[in-house]
């Protein structure tokens, strides 16, 4: 039976660390996020073991690039193992970004009393940081309660009022 050749080295990189010093690791996957790039990289560091020696180790951590790894010159990155997200979609291209789904009830009146408040999108800026995320039906719920209006400002209103009145409003000669 043959021997399997080991694996190969991961190539070198410069890691700069938070107080600004640069040290050379290696760079063992790339990870793309959403606006970003997420390096995984070993860095030479020590450890002490049971018998109380010191013995060199790698401290493996993600690091977000390029703000925290450099390129060493010379050197080929094109076999590291690299995710990418998908491509988007049809749909994405044509109606570009989306808002994050769900609202917030802004409470008014201190929210003293059922119903006073103003429900938002969850990234309307009118919003009250920290609010609850309600579901669908929670912020129908919320807005069939006596006092409780849809803000205007962000997509609130136009998304739940069709909702709330029926979708035939304003049809068979309906205002």
Known sequence: MADTPPEPEPPPIIVVLPDGQEVTGRLQERQQVQGAWLYKVAVPAWQNTPSGQVEPAWYVVWVQAPGHVKPVPGVSYNNV???????????????????????????????????RGIIHAVDCEEASAGAPLLTLDKALDAAEQPGTRLCSLCSAAAELDPVLKGFDHGFDGEE
């Open 81 to 115: 193992p690299t995710t990418r997200l998908p491509p988007p979609t049809t749909e994405q291209q044509i109606l570009g970004e989306r808002r994050p789904s769900g609202w917030v009830l802004q409470k008014l009146n201190g929210g003293r009393g059922p119903g």
